[in-house]
């Protein structure tokens, strides 16, 4: 089994009320894990997840949600810490959902674990220091 590789589902709102991750699961025989998601019944969707399986899977099951319409990419952006601007508030703790954001003990430091992080950016609006920043494509 390939390790996950982390990707973007972009749905149009025709094809948003379909159960193409089942069919990931269920026919591909594909490990999924969802890390981020917005789908709404008549709406455009996305979704950021993990996927892994094995190679032949993995390329059936992405071959198979191209046939449906939806638009497949890499994730490309990444959240990196500015580890000299940071000064250790853990303003940013409190409000990361994936926990990818905490605070060290004893020595009271914040920790960004890469690993973790779903992208979501809120930790960007909350940083009164501006020490988070988005990656893209490795340029910040």
Not at 16 to 31: G, S
């Amino acid at each position: 089994m390939m390790s996950p590789r982390r990707i973007v589902l972009r749905f149009s709102s025709q094809i948003v009320d379909k159960p193409l991750i089942y069919h990931l699961v269920k026919d591909y025989n594909l490990m999924v894990n969802i890390l981020k998601a917005n789908v709404n019944p008549y709406k455009e969707g996305f979704m950021v997840m993990e996927l892994s399986g094995d190679q032949p899977n993995y390329d059936q099951g992405l071959n198979f949600l191209r046939e449906q319409g939806v638009i497949i990419e890499n994730l490309s952006e990444d959240i990196v810490r500015n580890n000299a601007r940071c000064t250790h508030c853990g303003a940013c703790t409190s409000i990361c959902p994936a926990g990818a954001l905490y605070i060290s003990r004893p020595s009271m430091e914040v920790i960004f674990d890469g690993e973790k992080c779903v992208v979501c950016g809120i930790c960007l609006k909350t940083c009164p220091v501006k020490a988070i920043e988005v990656n893209l494509n490795g340029r910040i």
